[in-house]
């Protein structure tokens, strides 16, 4: 429906995006699955497509487009497959952002034209004692000659697989709490990095979630992403632009589920009607339209709000909290739209219904966006 809101160009761009995942990706959804895996030759498409340096600007071989243009893709992509969606995101909206505002010209041009042709990014925070609590981290980076050793682990790290480069933090100065904090930009092939076993997951499963082993790993200087102790700001600040990013996530896994079904209920047959004729069923699909539309207002609104450089993190808040408790809900009511069929793995919505649960854990629980409203509303 509200995508009558968007410019042409902007119709035009999700439409491309949506065809393309339906015809590149959709063959393969159910075996990535099943798999636990990506196939190269999707990911080989995603940089083929554009849709890895989208934000890029075309002087390092990027695309050029808006933040509001990554969303786009985001919420495309996960109609279709959010295991795709999620690399496409961290690519974009945390690992290239970071890159575009803290690199410095020398980092830029080594890394944003790989980035943008063949390089699968990572994004290396979280660690087991330190989830919601991200700067309660561990993993420690002591001065060496030539730059910094890191020691330390990171767990449920997105793209781990994948990546050859990763956006690592760790603190190079603990007696300054998280103002020791650093970015590193590491690469796959660093002597003393290793990347460790992959978690098998309730959803997303084709998205490979690994932890990062770092004993001694020399990262040199001129590989520190802005400056020593800004870590936690470039933490923080590209997490509040990534989760307006899981928000398009989420809108596009209820899209999905709520796209099949649509088409189920007009077509199954019980007690001589189509289920779309039953009132209590009208009355389901309503609510969902509903649900779906208010929160692809709030996510397109944070990100027109992020690239008019306008204050955008209560809107971003609004749209992850939104957008990932209604992707649980709607995804649910899809599955029992389908009836028992709904709970086999033969129709895509059991999937999507896995698939949805995360968006209120990664990128900031639900609590913590809560938390995050209404710290921008009362004086606490």
Sequence with gaps: MALSILSEEESLFFDSVYEFAQQEI??????????????PDVIEQLFGFGLMGIEVPEAYGGQGGTFFDAVLAIQA???VDPSVSVVVDVQN??????????????????????????????????????????????TRAGRV?????????????????????FLVFANADPSQGHRGITAF?????????????KEDKLGIRASSTCELLFDDCFVPSENILGEVGKGYKIAIETLNEGRIAIGAQMLGVAEGAFGHALGYVQQREQFG???????????????????I????????????????RKEFLPSAAMAKYYSSEMAVRVTAKCVDLFGGVGFTSD????????????????????????????KQLLDV
Excluded: H
């Excluded at 959709?26 to 196939?39: C, F, I, Q, S």
């Excluded at 009607?273 to 649900?291: C, K, N, Y």
């Excluded at 539309?293 to 008019?308: M, Q, S």
């Excluded at 129709?347 to 990128?363: C, H, M, N, Q, S």
């Design 26 to 39: 959709g063959p393969y959804v159910r075996a990535m699955d099943d798999a636990g895996e990506l196939r």
């Design 77 to 79: 992509l996960s109609r």
């Design 93 to 138: 909206t945390l690992v290239a952002n970071a890159l575009l505002r803290w690199a410095s010209e020398e980092q830029k041009q080594r890394y944003l034209p790989r980035l943008s042709r063949d390089t699968v990014c990572s994004y290396a925070l979280s660690e087991a004692g330190s989830g919601s609590d991200a700067f309660a981290m561990k």
């Design 145 to 165: 000659d030539g730059g910094f050793a890191i020691n330390g682990r990171k767990l449920w790290i997105t793209n781990a697989r994948e990546a050859g480069l």
């Design 185 to 197: 930009l590491v690469e796959k092939d660093t002597q003393g990095f290793t990347v460790g076993k």
């Design 273 to 291: 009607q189509r289920l779309a004729s039953f009132q209590g069923v009208q009355f389901e699909v309503a609510d969902i339209a509903t649900q």
């Design 293 to 308: 539309e208010a929160a692809r207002l709030l996510v397109w609104n944070a990100a027109r709000l992020k690239d008019e």
């Design 347 to 374: 129709y895509p919505v059991a999937k999507l219904y896995r698939d949805a649960k995360i968006g209120t854990i990664y990128e900031g629980t639900s609590n913590m966006q809560l938390q995050t409203i209404a």
